[in-house]
């Protein structure tokens, strides 16, 4: 609709641009080097205008390189800008109650690596503006059009900012683009044209900066956060103004790989309901061989995880892979990492003209010693050690795809085997499994063979746990496991503190019905104090009965997200679902997918509902077990279907309401309040 609108309506002349002095001399389109199309839709769009001199306002315009969030070395660390910021800054700009109360002010959220790209191109062209010949210069982004009116609009701001600054010697800092912070935006001086914001604003799709507005922002750096929310903090300095309304707007239809920093606290708030990001597909690359150096770490074998690959990594003592084997191994893995191949499999390998290769510069193994004998076209050889930045080009150069907007992974421990294939000689890969429930369709998750899950192992101990780390009785309060008042997409009940009761018999969670908004619901949680490793995981629970209701205990992460579960839903309290989430990356990356995970059903043969029981995850390097009184019910291992988790993460408890009827049907409003009961809650090494 945008597009339309904007390519239909006729322009107008712009009296605010031109040469003469107080006028607007220059515009600045940000835009990246891989958006052509992007800035010629913006040029056209300027095209449409006319200035004071009868000149097109595209002859005013040139493109500004913006820094690019894929090109690691542009977004290392740098004076300019710190990716740290409190919380309160957010809540300055756009106060909640329900964020702080979650949070908490003081709460450290670290800016995504787009937010750091798009502070320093916007910092790179004030230094431009700063050191340039124009007095004026309109800053755009390359996803803008002009509204209706927006050439009058623009004139009649543009006349006030003057009158208003004039003593200055013009105004600093004008907006014409700009969004109102959900309508909270504090506006003093307000006049048809412009008004003074005191904080409120977001976006810096459209703005004129001076000359030594630019200079003073230059010299308040370094950036704090998202520049948008920063220069909130520059208002009263620059004595900003913006048009009363915007007279430059976001395309609908750009589309945009930004992500916001603040979405997955504004969605555990339940303030949104944050959408779970699509899974993505198997990426569509050539087959991939690759051999490190076998270090102490396995980036490499992250890196392409990373990438969307299906990885299976080998540790070298295996037997000798033979010719014959490759193509069912390159029809169920994407990329094979240090795999011993026999030598008629590697000649094999080397006349598979799609068949790409990576290989360590130190690599002593096979090919390492005969990096000559593989096709140069089709092979790229890796420093060593790798560089901080630029590590991700080669790689994704020689598969054709695109950079990730993620740092480049050091990658887990070798010792913790990742990406190792340990399901045993199932060779099925594409059967759906008999006791199965849907899994995510994801390069993170196998499809399982015939027979899956397995039964569990026949007398395998476990060790249960050689430290006790956390015990808590959890008859009363502890800070070891606080409540929690964060929810998540999906939920239909918000929690809060109140929704849980501590007794003799342990800690009640209570759903009820007094939620709010899209919520109408009101349920307890808790959550360990701290993240955890590896190690044994344990509470004796009473679940909660009713349709429409899960009880869960389990252990989860975000940045990566990765969970292992225990969920009992109401609907069928004999029946337990494990459950694992897996995303790649180091602490930190951006890797949020998932919606069903890989879950199976557990037959307990009793009735959670009616009485305690002790439920535990023992979680190892390449094995997770489930127990349930000290009987083993459910053992994986890497690939079966997924990686295994690899980064701490905290131990959670609660009782929600899913959206979705599939889960544990819709929910019997007539049952609630719904009780599930914690005791004996148990972290061990």
Known sequence: MARAVAGELPGGRISA??????SIGAILVINLDRQPRRLRRTMRELGRFRTRDGASLASLARRFPAVDARDGRAVAATADVDPTYPLGHQLHVQPSARLEECFGDGEPIRMTRQEVAVARSHIEVWKTVARGPHDNVLILEDDVWFRPGAAKAVDRGWRAAWERCRSDGGPRLLYLSYSDADGSAERADVCDAVFR???GLWFLSGYVLSREGAAMLLRAMP???????????????????ALTEPAILQRADGGSDNAHSILPYLARAGIVDGRLTPLPARVRAPPLMAWTAC??????????????????AF?????????????????????????????????????WSELRFVVDETATGQPGAAVSSLPPGRTVVLPSPMPDAGAWEPICSLLGIEPPAQAFPVGPPRCWRMFRDDRGGSTNLIEPARRQLPTDESPWAMPPGIGWPLPPPVGRSVSGGSECLVHAPMTAATPLFPASVE?????????ARDGLINSEDGVRLVLGKEGAGDRPYRSGAFAS???????????????ARGSGLVTGFFLHRAFPRQEIDVEITGDDTRVMLANVYFNPGDDGAAMEFGYRGSPCRIDLGFDAASDFHRYAIEWRPGRIAWLVDERIVHDRVSWDPTPIPHLPMRLHGNLWA????????????????ATAMFRNVSIWS
């Open 658 to 673: 899913p959206r979705s009827g599939d889960l544990a049907g819709r929910i019997d409003e007539g049952a609630l309040p």
């Open 529 to 543: 104090a701290r993240l955890h490793g590896h190690g044994r995981f344990e509470a004796e629970v009473m679940v």
């Open 295 to 312: 270090g102490e770490r396995e980036g490499l074998a992250m890196a392409l995880s990373m990438l969307g690959l299906r990885v299976r």
């Open 17 to 22: 641009f031109g040469a003469r002095r107080g």
């Open 197 to 199: 914001p005191l904080r």
């Open 487 to 495: 929810t998540f997409p999906g939920n239909l009940a918000v929690f």
């Open 223 to 241: 950036v704090i956060g998202p520049v948008d929310m920063w220069l909130n903090f520059r208002f009263q300095e620059l004595g900003a103004l």
């Open 315 to 351: 540790d070298g003592d295996e037997p000798a892979i033979q010719a014959g084997e490759l193509p069912g191994l390159l029809d169920a893995f994407d990329a094979l990492v240090d795999a011993p191949l026999a030598d008629c499999a590697l000649s094999a390998a080397v006349g």
